[in-house]
């Protein structure tokens, strides 16, 4: 009797770590498949701050320099004698800084024409062109803008590697899936991060174009010297003109009130009903 005990004791010993490994294995992708991707994918950015941070296990503590990335922006009014000749002088001026003009916009008035151009040139030559252009005539509105987006630049670039390596993590998940319910959650998750993934990329290329390139809006205006106002009119001739208008618009009301005249027609008909009903319950 007690060495059957004994034996089964032994079994029972040698089984239960058997057991466990074989509840693991079963469950281990479950958890790992159902786990929200948000919250995966803030375990990933943390480990990514704390890297570069240098404070994950006392590897670096070195300070990261990022480079700075400011969007210029220029606005400029010219007025010109000859429009035509400054805009040739323009385009010359914008293709030696390396420039190109990426919009275009000719008005004429009875009194003055316009031209507006939008330049892009490298962030470089921005200052530089700005100066060149107002030689060309005399400056009547000038200013600048620069936008710093380092942190913008820096943030973006951290989710980015931050949201590739949770893409990266279910692409595995999803090699290692078994049922069907098990892919299509996986693909979902997939479709939602790599979605995230092209919104991220793309506004990483505007904020590039932007920095790399700056924006100058230029108008060209050349008044016209034949121009000549038209004279004023006498105060006479205003309230002759007003007393007009307003006789217009009298018989515009006259002519609105004959045309409701079946409105006006029933109107009348229950006034009058109304008042025979009431002139004999008085009898």
């Known amino acids: 009797m ?21 509840g693991q294995s079963g469950s281990s992708y479950k958890t790992e498949s159902t786990a929200d991707y948000a919250a995966t994918e803030e375990a990933t950015m943390a480990t990514f701050v704390n ?24 606005n400029m009014q010219i007025q010109v004698q000859d429009l035509d000749k ?6 010359q001026k914008v293709k030696a800084n390396k420039g190109f003009t990426s919009a275009a916009n000719y008005n004429d008035y009875s009194y003055q024409k316009t031209q507006n151009i939008t330049i892009r040139v490298a962030s470089s030559n921005f200052e530089n062109l700005m100066k060149e252009l107002a030689n060309i005539g ?32 279910y692409t595995q998940l999803l090699k290692d899936a078994k049922t069907i319910s098990e892919i299509l959650e996986i ?7 790599r979605e995230e993934i092209e919104a991220k990329e793309g506004r990483l290329r505007y904020l590039k174009d932007q920095v790399s390139l700056s924006t100058i809006n230029l108008t060209l205006t050349q008044k016209l010297e034949n121009y000549s106002k038209p004279p004023e009119r006498s105060f006479f001739s205003r309230l ?4 007009g208008e307003g006789w ?29 009903w009431r002139k004999a319950r008085r009898k």
């Open 248 to 276: 217009d618009d009298f018989l515009m009301f006259v002519v609105g009130v004959m045309r409701l005249w079946v409105f006006w027609i029933v109107l009348a008909g229950i006034i009058f009903i109304i008042a025979k």
């Open 51 to 74: 890297q570069q941070d240098g404070t994950e296990g006392g590897t670096s503590n070195e300070p990261i320099v990022q480079g700075l990335h400011v969007i210029k922006t220029g």
């Open 138 to 169: 005399f400056v009547e509105n000038q200013s600048q803008n620069s936008q710093d987006v380092s942190e913008e630049f820096v943030d973006i670039e951290a989710r980015l590697k931050t949201k590739k390596e949770v893409e990266n993590r």
């Open 2 to 22: 007690k060495t059957t005990l004994k034996f089964s004791l032994y079994v029972w010993i040698l089984f239960i770590p058997f057991l466990s490994a074989c």
């Open 86 to 91: 400054a805009k040739e002088i323009v385009l």
């Open 187 to 193: 693909e979902d998750k997939l479709r939602v991060i």
């Open 240 to 243: 002759f003109e007003n007393m």
